[in-house]
């Protein structure tokens, strides 16, 4: 009893040291892509996954011709991208994430810049309510004006169940906007140190050899 205890004790340790990838948002998880069966361009439509806090957001009838990894070409049909609109500012929320601490994140998304104005930043964090992961801010400043993608890494210190959060400053006036596409968020289990997970598969193998023989 005591062996086979200490077998399944051994076989989970080791399959723990597996790294373990999930995508949380991206093509078809979370709505990464923008897609809606809204038709033309709409300002404040309600977007499946999404939640828009502030004053305008544009559902734009194009999207990220990009077809770069991670997120792979945004080919569903009804796929839209998203513009931030900087009057006044404006916030989109994604759907909650459950992260895990320890966790690595990879993070994706396609954005431009366009119009003319006052510059503004677009701020990007995973939010649980009370702790921020950065994932990076974008300026308006320079900006593409052509879907470029922008890549970020980054840890999970605390465990909760987090929102993407991207905050676009605004003032009164017209200024620049920022449109987003392919929305891409990945999380990888911490691998265990391969020595030591091969050390637990070396006694979890010898604890079934044990096993075996009694
Ligand atoms: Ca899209
Ligand atoms: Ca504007």
Redesign the pocket.
């Known amino acids: 009893m005591k062996k086979t205890m200490m077998t399944a004790l051994f076989a989970g340790a080791a399959m723990m040291g597996a790294a373990n990838a999930a995508v949380l948002i991206g093509d078809g998880v979370n709505n990464g ?2 897609v809606s069966t809204t038709t033309g361009r709409t300002e404040g439509t309600a977007l499946t996954d999404w939640t828009i806090t502030g004053a305008k957001v544009w559902l734009n009838t194009g ?2 011709t990009l077809t770069t990894a991670p997120f792979g070409a ?1 080919v569903a049909a009804n ?3 998203v513009q931030l609109e900087d009057d006044g500012g404006v916030t989109l929320t994604s759907a909650a994430v459950a992260l895990v601490a320890g966790e690595s994140l990879t993070f994706a998304i396609d954005w431009l810049t366009a119009g003319s104005g006052a510059e503004h930043t677009l701020t990007m964090d995973l939010w649980d309510g009370s702790n921020s992961i950065a994932l990076g801010v974008l300026s308006t400043t320079g900006g593409p004006t052509s879907y470029t993608q922008f890549d970020s890494a980054a840890s999970v210190g605390v465990s909760g169940n987090y929102q993407l959060r991207m905050t676009l400053t605004g003032g009164a006036g017209q200024g620049r906007d920022i449109h987003v ?2 929305v891409y968020l990945e999380s990888t289990a911490q691998a265990v140190p391969e020595p030591s997970s091969t050390a637990l598969l070396g006694l979890g193998g010898l604890a079934l050899i044990l096993r075996r023989r009694k």
Do not use: A, I, V, W
Request: glycine share 20%; aromatic share 10%.
């Open positions: 892509g923008f999207g990220s945004d796929s839209r991208s596409d392919r």
